[in-house]
């Protein structure tokens, strides 16, 4: 047992000067000294290799839902490394701005990784492992996921359209906006936990299940549409906002009186909303995109490449629920999520890439001197052209007409008033 929680006992011989100079001082050194220690990427693989177990032992107790568990488990691991990259990324970042925005995204795709693992394995031991249980942390759990991923996109956009706000402000309207938001879409199910069994899909699903055990009772086992609608009253919740037919009505939902397929009507009005969640992140995004495009102002290297992938991510996001909603069984929903899964970790895959470019750009001499010019007199820095801009000035254009820049101003100015040029490369 420690001596104390602030205190990391070492006992083991120490390889690296470092240690075993903290170690002659004081053979108790803080864990916050330890880590100084560490390079990136061994703090990487500390924060992904617990994780990773237990994403993998929470995945592996819980029962397989229909071949899903192999796509499901790859995309959680990838939202932990993703995660992992990032909170040490935000370690690294010289403007705190920054690091606030990769901290963020730290922080969302670490939850998304470990929530549901976490909560199989509490399970095991605090025995709420029932049917409701389960339900209702999905349902929350997926309103707090999509909670998380537009307060991110929302705080992203805030601090680059206004860099003098404050980052308390930033966080503070960045609340405000997201919690009404969410508050807006998905309020039935603050007021009402069981909503989704109250929604009108579901109201008109038991209205005609009741009135086929009547028929069944009276002889008619497997009843006509004609015999459902003769029997049904017309003061449906469903048919008042739409133009639909009584008849095209009981036709559309007769299908899922097919085994466990009614539960995808319990679930269509919930994706319906994340989709609606996920287009306001998409619009966040797109803001970003065009200030960037119109505005063109010095940021850190491939911040804005990395906003492009997000944007596919959400994409991604909001092209899996509404396609969850058309389903019309359920192996053809688990098709779909598990095609699903490997799209959305294909994504994950690409922003992995970009922010360990940027994070082995922080730790050269040169990405260290433009990010802290940039943090003390952005004016008078031009954007940093990264390997990809340099592809597809060397794919698409003329580096003789461009002077080997990403982008040329007009127009002389003085020797004292030139701005620093980073974006010149040796060949």
Not at 12 to 35: G, H, Y
Not at 239 to 251: F, G, I, K, N
Not at 257 to 285: E, K, P
Request: with cysteine; hydrophobic share 45%.
């Amino acid at each position: 047992m420690l001596p104390s929680c602030k205190f990391l006992s070492l006992t083991r011989p120490a390889k690296s000067p470092i240690i075993k100079q903290l170690l002659n001082q004081d053979p108790r050194i803080s864990i916050v000294d330890l880590t100084r220690t560490m390079t990136p990427n061994r703090k990487i693989l500390a924060i992904c290799i617990p994780l990773a177990i237990l994403v993998v032992l929470g995945r592996a107790i819980e029962p397989k839902e229909d071949g899903n568990l192999l796509s499901a488990t790859v995309v959680l691991l990838m939202s932990v490394l993703l995660g992992a990259v990032a909170v040490v990324l935000s370690e690294m970042e010289y403007q705190k701005r920054i690091r606030a925005v990769f901290l963020n995204f730290g922080i969302f795709f670490l939850i998304n990784g470990v929530g549901w693992p976490l909560f199989n394995l509490i399970g095991l031991t605090c025995s709420f492992q029932d049917t409701w249980s389960r339900f209702f942390m999905n349902q929350y759990f997926t309103i707090g996921y999509f909670l998380m991923l537009a307060a991110s996109v929302v705080f992203l956009v805030l601090e680059r359209v206004s860099k003098t706000m404050k980052i308390s402000r930033l966080y503070s309207y960045t609340l405000l906006f997201v919690v009404c938001l969410v508050a807006c879409i998905f309020g039935p199910y603050f007021t009402n936990p069981k909503y989704s069994y109250t929604s009108p899909n579901v109201r008109d699903f038991k209205a005609i299940g009741e009135l086929m055990q009547k028929l069944g009772i009276s002889g008619i086992r497997n009843p006509t549409t004609i015999q459902i609608v003769a029997g049904l009253d017309s003061g449906w919740a469903e048919l008042e906002a739409s133009e639909m037919t009584l008849e095209e009505r009981v036709e559309e939902l007769l299908p899922y009186f097919r085994g466990n397929d009614y539960a995808l009507l319990i679930y269509r009005d919930l994706w319906i909303r994340c989709f609606w969640m996920s287009v306001v992140s998409i619009s966040f995004i797109l803001v970003f995109i065009v200030y960037q495009y119109f505005c063109d102002p010095p940021g850190g290297a491939y911040i804005e490449k990395t906003a492009w992938c997000l944007l596919i991510y959400c994409l991604f996001e909001a092209f899996h629920f509404i396609s969850y909603t058309q389903a019309s069984d359920w192996e053809e929903l688990t098709r779909m999520r598990s095609v699903g899964y490997y799209l959305t970790a294909s994504g994950m895959i690409t922003m992995i890439g970009l922010v360990t470019l940027r994070l082995n750009f922080l730790q050269s001499f040169e990405g260290q001197y433009y990010e802290r010019r940039l943090a003390l007199n952005p004016t008078r820095v031009t954007r940093w052209r990264d390997a990809f801009d340099t592809w597809i000035l060397r794919k698409f254009m003329d580096n003789r007409d461009l002077d080997r820049r990403f982008l040329v101003q007009s127009g002389r100015k003085g020797k004292d008033e030139q701005p620093d040029d980073f974006s010149r490369r040796e060949e």
